[in-house]
Each structure stands twice: as structure tokens, then as C-alpha cells.
């Protein structure tokens, strides 16, 4: 099991106790756990240059390619996992990897993040966000910060790079979404995870009700669906007790 994280996350040294939470306690110990975090997010601070650096959407991706191959022995079975910015990125991380048998996106989206932006902005706002994102394009390598992401982030995760890979994806794919997730364009993700499973049928879809992005208060409930689609994906290999 690999695990991309999200924007905010702090530093995981990739513990049992990580994934127990994710899968349960039983149903983890069909796996070994691998977590990519970012460049400069270590165990004794944070180095802010690198931090920043390693928020470009090709640098996370490269990045994450490079420690899956390091880490991951070449005949063993990938579920690659993303939450949030980690869901946006998994679909390129898995292209090119046969050893990846599952995709898991949690919370994200499928379309460029300047596009969401400005397809969630409220009526009295939009012409604020234009005019923010044509500054983006005029200086895509500035640091300057909007919403909490430098211009060269921003401009980095410009295109619909998920969707594209998505597109392109041989392994099965399970979409995990709350309904009332406002931080992704929700919209636009369901008719494009819907598109793509009229074409290609392992695509799975999970909305969940009264979710927003932060899934507060609804792990219970993807760790559920986490687990039902474990036992397809490999079902050579996971067990699960019926009190698990």
C-alpha cells in the first residue's frame, strides 16, 4: 500500500497504526505500508525552500515515482492511494507501473486547479478570481501566495493532468467523493469519472452524503469501501474477519 498525501499534511513516518486507521487493525496486516511524503517535510522540522519547491506538480510526481521504485521490490502488487493533492497525483504516479494493481483517489478532483477555482467561486467573486489567475499566467515562477500556494504552484497543477492520465490508466479505480466537497469542483469530477467508466469499466464511484473535503466525521464509512474494494483488487490475498 502506498499513500500520497495531501497539501497539509505533516510529516508520517508510515506506521502500522497509520494504516490500521485507513483499512483496520486485521485487515492492514495484509500489507506492507509505504508513505511518499514531500521534499523538505521531515521527522525534525520543515525546510521551507524544498517544502515549496516540492509542491510543483512534476516534481511530486517524479518524486514519487522515484521512491516507489527505490522502495518497492519489482514483483510485488501496488494499491496506490492518494488523498486530496495525493489523489490528484496518483493516476500519472501509476502510469508506466505494471506493479500497480489498484488506484485509490480520496477527495480529488480531475480537472486543473486554477479551473476548479474558478468554477467553485461564488457570483461576486469571479472577477477577483480572473483576474488572480490571469497574474498566475503572467508570472507562473513567482512565490508570491494566493489562497496559500505560491503562483508556481498554482500554475504547475494549471492543467487537467489527472484527468489525462486517468484517460489513459490501465488499473482499476475506485473514486472516493463527499457530496459536499467545495475545496474540489465535485461537478466536474463526477462527469468525468462517469465519462470514464462508460468507457472503461473499472472505474468505481463512491459519493458519500453529507461529506465535505476533509471526510471529518466519514472515515468509518471510507474505510468500508476501502476495504470491500482491497478484496477485489486482490483477492488472492486479503482476509478480513466479519467483526473486523
Known sequence: MVFLQESGADFQPGSRTELQQLIGK????NFNYLVVNKPGLGPKGLN????EQS???PMRVQDARVAIEAAIPPGAQIILMGYSEGAYLAPDVALGDSRVKSVVLIGGGTRGWLKEELSNAKADSTKAVRAEIREIHKHPRSLREWHGFSYATWYSYR???TFDA???????VLAILGK????????STLQDLKKLRRHKKAVHIEVI?????SFKGHWGTVRTVLRR???EALPARPTDSPQQ
Open 48 to 51: 521551507k525552500k524544498k517544502f
Open 55 to 57: 509542491f510543483r506538480r
Open 229 to 231: 474494494h482491497l478484496r
Open 159 to 161: 492543467g487537467d493532468d
Open 26 to 29: 486485521k485487515f492492514s496486516l
Open 209 to 213: 452524503k453529507k461529506c465535505g473535503h
Open 180 to 187: 459536499r466537497d467545495r475545496t474540489i469542483d465535485f461537478k
Open 166 to 172: 486517468l484517460k489513459k490508466l490501465q488499473a482499476p
